[in-house]
């Protein structure tokens, strides 16, 4: 596809979903967050102690609350969070909810379990996200053997994305209802 076509088509698609969801009720909102945070304490309870978990801290319109993020600490998971450090640049880590320096892009190749933030993500693992690229020039550091995970609402799910030769690939979606492996998957 045409990259400058893509582009065009990416950022249609990133308003589209990011209007529908600013429109969420705060009823249906509730209930999408609850559900992806009781999704992702089922996985916190498949990692042992001691495990190394990276995660996105959820925006208002993003799935999730920070009580996903505690139900991989309360478990003993080490809790990763992104820090942008530049506007081109991967993202550094920080201990969520610990004092203590940044981590390096690297870091990241400690977790067993990478949670990324996600507008859309088709059933081939192509990931559309927030159009900065940080999580695409970040997730080449994480271990191929990790377990990479768009999370979104149902609906995002889709049959197919732009894909350009900088997007990596995610291996699965958590979703209020499921955790799907996708066609591409590790």
């Known amino acids: 596809m045409d990259p400058q076509l893509s582009a065009r088509r990416k950022a249609d698609l990133r308003l589209r979903i990011r209007t529908a969801r600013r429109a969420l009720a705060d009823a249906r909102r509730s209930a999408r967050d609850a559900a992806v945070d009781a999704r992702?304490?089922?996985l916190a309870e498949r990692l042992g102690p001691g495990s190394v978990v990276s995660s996105y801290v959820p925006?208002?319109?993003?799935?999730?609350?920070e009580r996903m993020l505690a139900a991989f600490a309360e478990r003993g998971s080490r809790v990763l969070v992104p820090v942008v450090v530049g506007p081109d640049a991967a993202l550094a880590w920080r201990q969520w909810r610990q004092d203590g320096p940044d981590l390096p892009p690297e870091a990241l190749a400690e977790a067993a379990l990478v949670l990324v933030p996600a507008l859309a993500v088709d059933r081939f693992g192509t990931r559309l996200g927030q159009g900065g690229g940080h999580y695409?020039?970040?997730?080449?550091h994480a271990d191929p053997e990790a377990r990479l995970v768009a999370v979104v609402d149902d609906p995002e799910v889709v049959e197919g994305l732009p894909r350009e030769p900088h997007d990596r690939r995610v291996g699965w979606a958590l979703t209020p209802t499921d955790l799907v492996r996708?066609?591409?998957a590790r």
């Open 40 to 42: 992702a304490a089922q």
């Open 59 to 65: 925006t208002r319109l993003e799935p999730g609350t």
């Open 136 to 140: 695409d020039r970040s997730l080449r």
């Open 182 to 184: 996708l066609d591409d």
